[in-house]
């Protein structure tokens, strides 16, 4: 088994046991009798509301490349997602270029940089939601320093995508000079894949397009924000309007962290931290967490297992497919 595998599950497992230390469990299950099952209801379809517009906002991307239809965009974006939730590592972002390459005319490197993009747009709503959360609450000094961390990141990230860009000449000769170290062969390849690479990013040249792509991303994370709420309330917890918005920050600084699959233990851990904040205590805080997760994870899977027939994949059909890329192009 893979070393970062048995790295990630150890880790997990480390988690777990802090997320569970020190709470009666009986207590924590008697929790979830509390739950308002219309609240629940709510919370699906919120989830697959969201996954319609990831789906439908990865089309606009890709459609200087290709215009594709709804349908294969949800059914790969689904499947996509399984892969994400079920493969260590966020190997499973791999899953969607491919799929999406072989079923179109894209080439799996330009495809993949628009994945690229969507981590992007993604990375600058999450900065948008740490600045609204700033504006009401100060937030933990690590909440702080990660945040500071990951926007420079980001904004670094974002030059580097415009500089190969609109430099395109200038970046390619740079890089090339660096892959001149490598073997002839494999730099000729890398140079062709970058090219087609940087295809992916197109979308971002046309001003009006990049600003709709800019609100379909922040309506997808507002509603990210509303199913903590309706789940916040399915429990009958009365916090501020912006626990929502702390809890989706601190959650997603905890699922960056490589543990095991579906993010079990991390997810938990960060569900807990972010509602001591407003003072809910640990075993209302775990329950939450357990059925919050279960929930998420369940609809991501349901979802990907309904379309993965139509999507079969696996990772040596990625390395064919990457290995096909570089001898046609």
Partial sequence: MNKKIIIGILLSLILVYLSIRGVDINNALNNLKKIKPSFIAAFIAAILIMQFLRSYRWGVILSPLQKIDQLSLFSVTSVGFLAVVGIPARLGELARPYLIAQKNNIKFSSAFGTIIIERVLDGFAVISIIIIALSFMDLPIWVMRSSILFFLLMFIFFLFIIILIWRRKNAINIINR??????????????????????????????????????????????????????????????????PFVLMII??????????????????????????????????????????HFLSISLIVALGVIFLPFNKFSFSDIKKQLDKASANN
């Fill in 178 to 243: 660096i892959l001149s170290k490598l073997p002839g062969k494999m730099a000729n390849k890398f140079d062709k894949i970058i090219h087609n690479f940087i295809d992916g990013f197109v979308i971002i040249t046309d001003l009006k397009m990049l600003f709709y792509l800019i609100f379909l991303s922040a309506i997808i994370w507002f509603i990210d924000v509303m199913a903590i709420h309706i789940m916040l309330l399915a429990f009958g917890f009365t916090l501020p309007f912006i626990a």
């Fill in 251 to 292: 959650l997603i600084a905890g699922i960056a962290v490589p543990t095991a699959p579906g993010f079990i233990g991390n997810w938990h851990i960060a569900c807990i931290l972010g509602l001591s904040i407003f003072g809910v205590q640990k075993p209302e805080a775990l329950s939450f967490a357990v059925v919050y």
